[in-house]
């Protein structure tokens, strides 16, 4: 008799996630700013035991030019095993991989050899709009229902984005999640407390106010995304909007806290208008309802102007410019890129209303271009970008571009790719592995990274 098992990648609670044994593969997409040759997929041994120990080992390129690959995720994870929706028996097996400029997806399968990737079913972008009203996928994250992607425009590029849902076993786009979306036009980031009941949701702007770039005036005008959005997550229904001000620019990343009895979350500004510095805000319930703290204000750094690009000169200062942040599985340490002056910095968030700067490391960075032990030029640019942490917590991995047009605005000379490793200690504490230095091939830049098996921004618990 046959008998039936969970995924054993799939934990109840991230107190057991922790226990995983430690990744030996990671999945980085990488683009070609060009689109003169096919997107990729790369596949990157982090094995230390391995001859290829931080190498590329395989890539798999896309079926089409210009996709513009750029966030994506697993088809499932740890939150089939909640008792609201469970679905016990799928298996996290593929990668569902958008183009964030065609609005095409890609699923990918990693099994049998996860060394040896393949595309098995294209979405094309006109059934994307189709079903869901909507394009420019960005966000993928495995849900109780299904696959849930947050999509930046509508069908025609335009106002609003949002949601739609997809099934986790045949990737049939099933249709938009919203029934009932109040004031929310703008979007980026979707994420959850499946213990509250509660979905979250970020903002950054329609597809014409930055595919060719961010555009001046819109920033300076305060046009770009600045509001958070809660949803009751079963009803799909908008329940309040908070708005950081229009001195607040472009609110990106959410990081939930992994225990699902903690009702909080991180979420970074990228730009203050008033300063040019980066903040980070813990989200909470306050009452009744959600409330949002500032706890860590990140400085701009005075430079001179001819060390800065067009975009920067009239300012004199080198902006942080924090595009993404994670949270470690035990909502200990909070890691911040910041990917305008090359720093990734590490907080311990154990009293998220009063972070502690434990680790500090700079590589890249728009005027400092600091180097790597394991590089092999002086002068690295682009700066810590697209951040991932090991399940366990003692390895962090990320890569240096952020999209292809935004990356000339700020490092003219164009971004030659690059990944690292940092090695985390329990209490604090971060630095370089020098033996983990990726060169990428000049024709592609490396954005977000995904380990095989799970990490601390792919899944979601129902269980302390």
Aim: charged residues 25%; aromatic residues 10%; glycine residues 10%.
């Amino acid at each position: 008799m046959v008998t039936w098992k969970p995924d054993p990648s799939f934990y109840p609670s991230p107190r057991m996630a922790m226990k995983a044994a430690p990744e030996t593969l990671a999945y980085v997409v990488a683009f070609d700013p060009a689109r003169a040759v096919p997107d990729e997929l790369a596949v990157v041994d982090v094995d230390p035991k391995s001859p290829s120990y931080g190498q590329i080992v395989n890539t798999l390129a896309m079926p089409n030019v210009g996709d513009e690959l750029h966030h994506f995720g697993w088809n499932a994870c740890s939150s089939c095993l909640c008792p609201n929706a469970p679905h016990p028996h799928a298996e996290r097996r593929y990668l569902v991989v958008p183009g964030l400029k065609s609005s095409r997806i890609h699923i990918i399968d990693t099994k049998p050899d996860g060394r040896n990737p393949s595309i098995v079913k294209v979405i094309e972008p006109g059934e994307v709009a189709e079903r869901t009203g909507y394009s420019r996928p960005h966000t993928v994250h495995c849900g109780p229902e299904g696959i849930y992607v947050a999509a930046l425009g509508n069908a025609e590029g335009k106002a609003p984005g949002g949601v739609f849902l997809m099934d986790h076993e045949t990737f049939e786009v099933r249709g938009q999640w919203e029934m009932d979306r109040g004031p929310q036009q703008l979007s980026y980031d979707v994420w959850w407390h499946l213990g509250h009941d509660t979905l979250v949701t970020s903002e950054w702007g329609t597809p014409d106010t930055f595919e060719n770039g961010l555009v001046p005036e819109i920033l300076l005008g305060a046009k770009y995304g600045r509001r958070l959005h809660f949803w009751d997550l079963h009803k799909r229904k908008h329940l309040q909007t908070i708005d950081f001000g229009d001195k607040y620019q472009l609110v990106f990343e959410l990081r939930p806290a992994h225990d699902p009895t903690k009702a909080y979350g991180f979420v970074n500004c990228v730009l203050s208008l008033e300063d040019l510095s980066s903040s980070i805000w813990v989200w909470h319930r306050d009452g009744e309802k959600w409330g949002v703290t500032k706890v860590i204000d990140i400085p701009a750094e005075p430079a001179d102007a001819d060390q800065l690009p067009p975009m920067l000169k009239g300012f004199n200062a080198v902006p942080p410019l924090v595009t993404d942040i994670d949270l470690s599985m035990d909502d200990r340490f909070l890691y911040v890129s910041c990917w305008g002056t090359g720093d990734l910095h590490q907080y311990d968030v154990s009293d998220p209303f009063k972070p502690k700067l434990t680790g500090k490391v700079r590589i890249g960075g728009i005027v400092s271009r600091a180097s790597h032990p394991g590089a092999r030029n002086g002068a690295l640019n682009g700066g810590p970008q697209m951040v991932e942490i090991s399940r366990d917590g003692r390895r962090v991995y990320f890569t240096n571009s952020l999209y292809g047009a935004i990356d000339e605005q700020f490092y003219p000379d164009g971004v030659s790719g690059w990944m690292v490793k940092l090695d985390a200690q329990p209490d604090g504490g971060i630095a370089f592995d020098e033996k983990f230095f990726v060169e990428w091939p000049k024709s592609h830049r490396p954005h977000q990274v995904r380990l095989q098996g799970g990490d601390c921004s792919s899944d979601s618990y129902c269980y302390p």
